[in-house]
């Protein structure tokens, strides 16, 4: 199987802080997708990212940034100035091209402490 | 906007009793349709996928099955519970041209306790 790993079950950080959530994929595919997800308290997960697996290039998107590394199967996922509602479970995921399988890894608890 | 409507949002059954979760969506005509199932402590699970009414593609054996009966309506039953179907059932849907890459959106989720 064509794992995502996710190897932080866990953080805490004070509010303020800056906050790094590390992916690593493995793929056999040319052309795949990296996804984020965050599932906060709620349980509904809300699509935060997408990015193909042609485009390096490194994302900003207010406080959130990624940084995609094809050179070591990396798609992580740093948070700026974390807050209080950034608190959640982040989702890293890939699928290949053609596949409706999303590939989830087990997620990484976010607590962003007041 | 579309929006999509799961329910119920919690559920207690007992073991070999049947289940029926229900989802649908607005918004959107043709939709790509998901259910995943999420245990504690694991990540997300894809059980089945629809493209179409009638289309059902199943991921993984299991004791569970999948039904679309209107084109934004998506079904997840079974017909006798076991103590492993308990865990965090989350239904999804992508648009049609999308449903290869992924872009998904998620309802609320049910959380299913068999005892």
């Known amino acids: 199987a064509q794992k995502v790993t996710q190897a932080q079950t866990e953080i805490s950080v004070v509010e303020k802080e800056d906050v790094t959530l590390d992916c690593v994929y493995e793929?056999?595919?040319?052309?795949?997708?990296l996804f984020w997800y965050k599932q906060p308290p709620s349980g509904e997960l809300v699509f935060l990212i997408r990015?193909?697996?042609?485009?390096?290039q490194n994302e900003i998107s207010g406080r959130y940034s990624w940084n995609f590394q094809k050179s070591t199967s990396s798609f992580n996922f740093t948070i700026t100035a974390s807050q209080v509602v950034d608190s959640a479970v982040y989702f890293c995921?890939?699928?290949?091209?053609?596949?409706?399988?999303?590939?989830f890894g087990k997620g990484t608890k976010l607590s962003v402490i007041p | 906007s579309q929006t999509i409507h799961q329910w119920p949002a919690t559920l207690v059954q007992p073991v070999g009793s049947p289940l029926s979760l229900e989802c649908t969506v607005e918004g959107t005509s043709n939709p790509n349709l998901y259910w995943y199932r999420q245990a504690a402590g694991r990540g997300l699970q894809l059980l089945f996928y629809s493209v179409g009414i009638g289309q059902i593609s199943s991921e993984v054996p299991q004791n569970l099955s999948a039904s679309r009966p209107q084109d934004r309506q998506f079904i997840l039953s079974s017909k006798k519970l076991l103590l492993s179907d308990s865990g965090f059932y989350l239904c999804?849907?992508?648009?049609?041209?999308?449903?290869?890459?992924?872009?998904?959106?998620f309802g609320s989720g049910t959380q299913l306790s068999v005892l």
């Open positions: 990015r193909n697996s042609f485009d390096e």
């Open positions: 995921a890939r699928s290949g091209a053609g596949s409706y399988q999303l590939t």
């Open positions: 793929t056999r595919d040319t052309t795949y997708y």
């Open positions: 999804a849907w992508s648009a049609h041209a999308d449903g290869q890459d992924g872009k998904l959106f």
